[in-house]
């Protein structure tokens, strides 16, 4: 079960400490053992907890192994290097999951072992991957891998992130403006064209009427607004509307070719770097299903089993669906080499390399068609509320 402490510490006061425990007891004792002086405990029930009353901190763990990896450089042996990140470390959840670390491995226990105790910050295949290394006394270059693999996985979200930033602040400043003019602008007009409204063009009058709707229920409008947009944010929190919008957005052809394409390149990459650290075929495909879409991971699973009853690694994952003709002639290559590790490293990269294209191609395309979208919504706008002046000092003339 899992408590929620408050706690104080000599370095940072009073704070509070979430800790896994059989007891109310033994999650004060586990407390004290990390040198804190708690003085209430609570309960989170599973309820509350799914619920997101109470959620853990993200454990950092690409700098957990970062930092760990320059103390091992530097010569010191792996419970010391642990012991010397929990001296220093500060803040009281990740101090908490590396005295739970330090306790088990002083007490016999491997590094992989104390680290599966710890599954919320440990995924299982970074466990599987320092356990194969723990054999060899590789475990710096299994970090090394780690850390490189990381490192690839969030240069390709960052190159998504900053194509998605110039269009996100088109469509918002585009969608702030249109506001403007619908919700403050048109209504001001309606009242000045009220009288004449039988006069207008069509296209004018409609529009004029939007503006008359607005001025006399525009209270309303804005509640049933802001209780759209906090249903859609209580929609968007639940696993099931999420699978359900991702399904969709996977049925559009384009774009769902590109996503499979992101998830393959995941794929490879982690399977790569588990079979570098020594991890058989089989047990590296059983443990990244995680990163993978639902249905993605179905096909993983028919995969594995057809490795089982035999089939080679290119032929299971063509016919699952999991690899492209090029990326299946590379994995041959590397079927007959013996070299699967890399040869799944290789692939990633050929998959990134393809993405990154299509991503520059996007946004060179869709960045001049989104202005070009904006500006004719909101010149058709001014055009409409300004045209019967057109037409008044024409007949004025």
């Given at each position: 079960?899992?408590?929620?402490?408050?706690?104080?510490?000599?370095?940072?006061?009073?704070?509070?400490?979430?800790?896994?425990?059989?007891?109310?007891?033994?999650?004060?004792?586990?407390?004290?053992?990390?040198?804190?002086?708690?003085?209430?405990?609570?309960?989170?029930?599973?309820?509350?907890?799914?619920?997101?009353?109470r959620k853990?901190?993200?454990?950092?763990?690409?700098?957990?192994?970062?930092?760990?990896?320059s103390l091992?450089?530097?010569?010191?042996?792996?419970?010391?290097?642990?012991?010397?990140?929990?001296?220093?470390?500060?803040?009281?959840?990740?101090?908490?999951?590396?005295?739970?670390?330090?306790?088990?491995?002083?007490s016999g226990?491997?590094?992989?072992?104390?680290?599966?105790?710890?599954?919320?910050?440990?995924?299982?295949?970074?466990?599987?991957?320092?356990?194969?290394?723990?054999?060899?006394?590789?475990?710096?270059?299994?970090?090394?891998?780690?850390?490189?693999?990381?490192?690839?996985?969030?240069?390709?979200?960052?190159?998504?992130?900053?194509?998605?930033?110039?269009?996100?602040?088109?469509?918002?400043?585009?969608?702030?403006?249109?506001?403007?003019?619908?919700?403050?602008?048109?209504?001001?007009?309606?009242?000045?064209?009220?009288?004449?409204?039988?006069?207008?063009?069509?296209?004018?009058?409609?529009?004029?009427?939007?503006?008359?709707?607005?001025?006399?229920?525009?209270?309303?409008?804005?509640?049933?607004?802001?209780?759209?947009?906090?249903?859609?944010?209580?929609?968007?929190?639940?696993?099931?509307?999420?699978?359900?919008?991702?399904?969709?957005?996977?049925?559009?052809?384009?774009?769902?070719?590109?996503?499979?394409?992101?998830?393959?390149?995941?794929?490879?990459?982690?399977?790569?770097?588990?079979?570098?650290?020594?991890?058989?075929?089989?047990?590296?495909?059983?443990?990244?299903?995680?990163?993978?879409?639902?249905?993605?991971?179905?096909?993983?699973?028919?995969?594995?089993?057809?490795?089982?009853?035999?089939?080679?690694?290119?032929?299971?994952?063509?016919?699952?669906?999991?690899?492209?003709?090029?990326?299946?002639?590379?994995?041959?290559?590397?079927?007959?080499?013996?070299?699967?590790?890399?040869?799944?490293?290789?692939?990633?990269?050929?998959?990134?390399?393809?993405?990154?294209?299509?991503?520059?191609?996007?946004?060179?395309?869709?960045?001049?068609?989104?202005?070009?979208?904006?500006?004719?919504?909101?010149?058709?706008?001014?055009?409409?509320?300004?045209?019967?002046?057109?037409?008044?000092?024409?007949?004025?003339?």
């Open positions: 079960m899992r408590y929620v402490l408050k706690v104080h510490a000599p370095n940072s006061g009073i704070s509070e400490l979430q800790i896994d425990a059989a007891s109310r007891d033994d999650a004060m004792t586990r407390a004290k053992g990390m040198g804190l002086l708690p003085f209430s405990v609570e309960e989170v029930r599973a309820s509350s907890w799914n619920m997101g009353r853990p901190k993200h454990f950092p763990l690409l700098l957990f192994s970062q930092q760990l990896l091992l450089d530097a010569g010191l042996n792996l419970v010391e290097a642990v012991d010397a990140l929990a001296g220093k470390e500060s803040g009281i959840e990740m101090k908490a999951v590396l005295s739970h670390l330090l306790d088990k491995m002083r226990q491997s590094f992989s072992a104390a680290m599966e105790t710890l599954p919320e910050a440990f995924p299982p295949f970074y466990v599987a991957t320092l356990r194969a290394s723990e054999r060899t006394g590789g475990i710096p270059e299994s970090l090394r891998r780690y850390i490189a693999y990381q490192n690839q996985i969030d240069e390709v979200g960052k190159k998504v992130k900053s194509a998605m930033i110039y269009p996100v602040l088109l469509i918002v400043a585009g969608s702030l403006v249109t506001l403007f003019l619908l919700g403050y602008v048109v209504p001001k007009f309606s009242q000045i064209y009220e009288d004449r409204a039988t006069d207008l063009p069509f296209l004018s009058r409609m529009l004029m009427q939007w503006g008359g709707v607005v001025a006399n229920h525009g209270m309303g409008m804005l509640a049933g607004m802001i209780g759209f947009l906090v249903v859609s944010g209580w929609a968007a929190s639940r696993a099931q509307v999420r699978n359900w919008a991702m399904k969709k957005i996977w049925d559009i052809p384009w774009v769902g070719e590109k996503l499979r394409l992101f998830q393959l390149a995941r794929l490879y990459r982690t399977l790569g770097m588990l079979l570098k650290g020594g991890m058989p075929m089989v047990g590296a495909l059983e443990l990244v299903p995680g990163i993978l879409s639902p249905s993605l991971q179905h096909q993983l699973d028919r995969a594995v089993v057809m490795i089982k009853e035999g089939k080679t690694i290119s032929d299971a994952f063509m016919t699952s669906n999991l690899t492209t003709e090029v990326a299946q002639r590379m994995l041959r290559v590397g079927e007959q080499s013996g070299n699967m590790g890399d040869m799944m490293g290789r692939v990633a990269v050929f998959y990134d390399d393809e993405l990154a294209r299509w991503i520059d191609f996007f946004v060179k395309i869709f960045e001049p068609v989104l202005m070009a979208l904006i500006g004719v919504m909101v010149g058709g706008i001014v055009i409409l509320m300004y045209m019967p002046i057109f037409d008044l000092a024409g007949s004025i003339q």
